[in-house]
């Protein structure tokens, strides 16, 4: 079991930065990857970024592309989301999940955060 809790959310205005952080404890070395994922209201959930916990490899959806930076703290057993240049249509919960060894960056993702709200204003 890997337990999670994000932090860092919170309301900025377009054009503006924010940093989510999530923590993990628990079964850290059973982890493969750790991703973010976002939920609109009435929408599904979508893949944001993954980073692998060992080689540091990352991957990002092409929305978040060149203004989202994920990177990874191994001694902190955090992960890092540095959000910036950031539009209303990024308004979201956003998640962090665990991918677990044996799994791939793309997933299945089987532990979940609680989630962070961020808020864009135009």
């Known amino acids: 079991q890997v337990q999670l809790v994000e932090s860092g959310g919170g309301l900025v205005q377009a054009g503006g930065s924010l940093r989510l952080s999530c923590a993990a404890s628990?079964?850290?070395?059973?982890?493969?990857?750790m991703g973010w994922f976002r939920q609109a209201p009435g929408k599904e959930r979508d893949f944001v970024a993954a980073?692998?916990?060992?080689?540091?490899?990352?991957y990002y959806a092409d929305s978040v592309k060149g203004r989202f930076t994920i990177s990874r703290d191994n001694a902190k057993n955090t992960v890092y989301l540095q959000m910036n240049s950031l539009k209303p249509e990024d308004t979201a919960v956003y998640y962090c999940?665990?991918?677990?060894?044996?799994?791939?960056?793309?997933?299945?993702?089987?532990?979940w955060g609680q989630g962070t709200q961020v808020t864009v204003s135009s």
């Open positions: 999940a665990v991918a677990r060894l044996g799994s791939s960056w793309y997933g299945p993702y089987r532990y």
């Open positions: 628990g079964s850290i070395g059973s982890i493969y990857a």
């Open positions: 980073i692998s916990w060992s080689g540091g490899s990352t």
